[in-house]
């Protein structure tokens, strides 16, 4: 099942995997944590689970109110010095907080701090896309936020949108839900009378990028509607959905999705978009051989395991790309590899429950999984 429309980011079966964001002005208001709020958010977050989706959250918030405590002026975003302060101090609060209203509905909240370099680096991508799955499969439901404290200015996403966009593709999720202070993505200033809502877009043009205009409209959070088209472009490459909407009402997601009210940002082809972003950062740093059985298996859509490999070629560590070729020399695949070759020379051959001992270590699913593979 595909995402056609809204609504089908709270069915099971179309997006069994959901990122939601929470922007600062959300969670943040004149009088500090809107609680309140929050727990109706929560709430349903505890539905989603119930009727079978995964979630995992986003949430802005740490500098707002780390901002508020420390008596620091401009929300905290006076100066860079000013935000990684607030951030240091508002982080303890808002996972606190998360974990709180969870752990009443009997979820379990797990923090993590991302920064733009562990997603860029392939490597680190592929320890994040485990650490997830792994919370997942546990049940818990991850919360994530930059490491504003320590992440230096060329290297910050600055705006949790983006990295929404981008952990859901290292979750391999269906979509991402961007909840903040803006409806939807009018097709000039929302301000202006005569501006029409966009219900939905295929594609993320530059006439799409001239509808937006610049920054915050709370000027708490980051975002505005630019990071929001930024975050749709990582999602549409990546084969995800992304939806905006007005997160500031209670129980926001019924609104937005029951009511149809924001802008849906359909994906391009999961294989092509997948395709696109292995094959356009792709240099190969070695090959696998591998045998007819494994062929047949890659073709039918399986993950590359150690048993059908016969030989490894060139040197590469974790997270490099390399080509996966039959015994004639001729390439198949193209894909990530979760070990380092001199590893992969170890486990070729072998059955994956004697990985461990030859390892030391617990062993990953697979040489390659199949979502960081291209069949060619
Ligand atoms: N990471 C920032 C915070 O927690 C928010 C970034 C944004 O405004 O999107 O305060």
Known sequence: MTIARLNDLADPAACPRLVIKVGSSLLVGKHGVRRDWLETLVAEIASARARGQEVIVVSSGAIA???ATLGLDKGGRGSLADAQAAAAVGQIALSGLWAQLLGAHGLTAAQLLLTLEDLEDR????NVTATLTRLLDAGAVPVINENDSVATQEIRFGDNDRLAARVAQAARASAVLLLSDVDALYDRNPADPEAVLLPQVR???AEIHAMASGASSSGMGSGGMTSKLQAAEIAERAGIALAIANGTHDTPIARALGGGIGTLFLPKRKAGARKAWLGGRLRLK??????AGAARAL???SSLLAAGITGVEGTFQRGD???ISDASGEVLAHGLSEYDA???MALIGHHSREHADILGYAPRSAIIHRDQLVLL
Not at 286 to 291: F, R, T
């Open 321 to 323: 790309a390399v080509a």
């Open 299 to 301: 073709a039918q859509g």
């Open 65 to 67: 109110l780390g901002a």
């Open 286 to 291: 070695g090959a696998l051989v591998i045998d």
């Open 342 to 344: 001199d590893e992969c």
């Open 203 to 205: 594609g993320v043009t």
């Open 123 to 126: 490597r680190r991508y592929l």
